[in-house]
C-alpha cells in the first residue's frame, strides 16, 4: 500500500480539499460528501471516506474526534482549540495563544513525552443559548 503522503492530489481529493477549506464549520463526512456532490456529482460516500482518511494521513487536514460519536474534519491547520455547543452541536473554532505551559507540567507530572495537546470547550451557542433564555421567561 502507498503511504498516504506519496499519493498523488487526484481531482476527487483536489475538490474534497477545497471544500472543506471554504467552510469555517467542521463538517461530517456526510456533510463532506453532500458538499463535494455539488461539483462532483457522481461520487460515493465510499470515495469520500477513502479521501477523507488520505487527506488526513497526509496531515492535509485535521480528523477531530469531538465526543458527538462522528468524525469532523479541519482544513484549518493553524493550532487552535474548538467550542462545541452541548444543544445543537454547533463547532466553532478558538484562536487564542496554546496553554504551553500546561505540556511542562503535564511532562514533569508524568514522565511522557508531550508532543502536543487538544483542548476542547463545551458550552451554548449563541443561538442556543437565547432560545433557552425565551423559554425560561415564556
Same mark, same amino acid.
Given at each position: 500500500?502507498? *503511504?498516504?503522503?506519496?499519493?498523488?492530489?487526484?481531482?476527487? +481529493?483536489?475538490?474534497?480539499?477545497? /471544500?472543506?477549506?471554504?467552510?469555517?464549520?467542521? *463538517?461530517?463526512? !456526510?456533510?463532506?460528501? /453532500?458538499?463535494?456532490?455539488?461539483?462532483? *456529482?457522481?461520487?460515493?460516500?465510499?470515495?469520500?471516506? +477513502?479521501?477523507? /482518511?488520505?487527506?488526513? #494521513?497526509?496531515?492535509?487536514?485535521?480528523?477531530? !474526534?469531538?465526543?458527538?460519536?462522528?468524525? +469532523? @474534519?479541519?482544513?484549518?491547520?493553524?493550532?487552535?482549540?474548538?467550542?462545541?455547543?452541548?444543544?445543537?452541536?454547533?463547532?466553532?473554532?478558538? @484562536?487564542?495563544? *496554546?496553554? /504551553?505551559?500546561?505540556?511542562?507540567?503535564?511532562?514533569?507530572?508524568? #514522565?511522557? #513525552?508531550?508532543?502536543?495537546? +487538544?483542548?476542547?470547550?463545551?458550552?451554548?451557542?449563541?443561538?442556543?443559548?437565547?432560545?433557552?433564555?425565551?423559554?425560561?421567561?415564556?
Amino acid at each position: 500500500m502507498i *503511504p498516504a503522503s506519496k499519493r498523488r492530489m487526484t481531482l476527487q +481529493r483536489k475538490i474534497i480539499l477545497e /471544500e472543506i477549506e471554504k467552510v469555517n464549520a467542521h *463538517p461530517a463526512a !456526510d456533510e463532506v460528501y /453532500e458538499l463535494v456532490r455539488g461539483r462532483l *456529482p457522481k461520487i460515493s460516500l465510499g470515495t469520500v471516506y +477513502r479521501n477523507l /482518511e488520505i487527506l488526513s #494521513e497526509s496531515g492535509l487536514i485535521r480528523k477531530l !474526534d469531538l465526543g458527538d460519536g462522528q468524525w +469532523r @474534519f479541519d482544513g484549518n491547520l493553524k493550532d487552535h482549540y474548538h467550542v462545541q455547543c452541548i444543544r445543537c452541536g454547533r463547532i466553532g473554532d478558538v @484562536f487564542c495563544k *496554546p496553554c /504551553e505551559d500546561l505540556e511542562e507540567s503535564v511532562q514533569e507530572k508524568t #514522565e511522557f #513525552e508531550i508532543l502536543s495537546h +487538544r483542548l476542547d470547550f463545551v458550552g451554548l451557542c449563541p443561538e442556543c443559548k437565547r432560545k433557552e433564555e425565551q423559554q425560561w421567561q415564556d
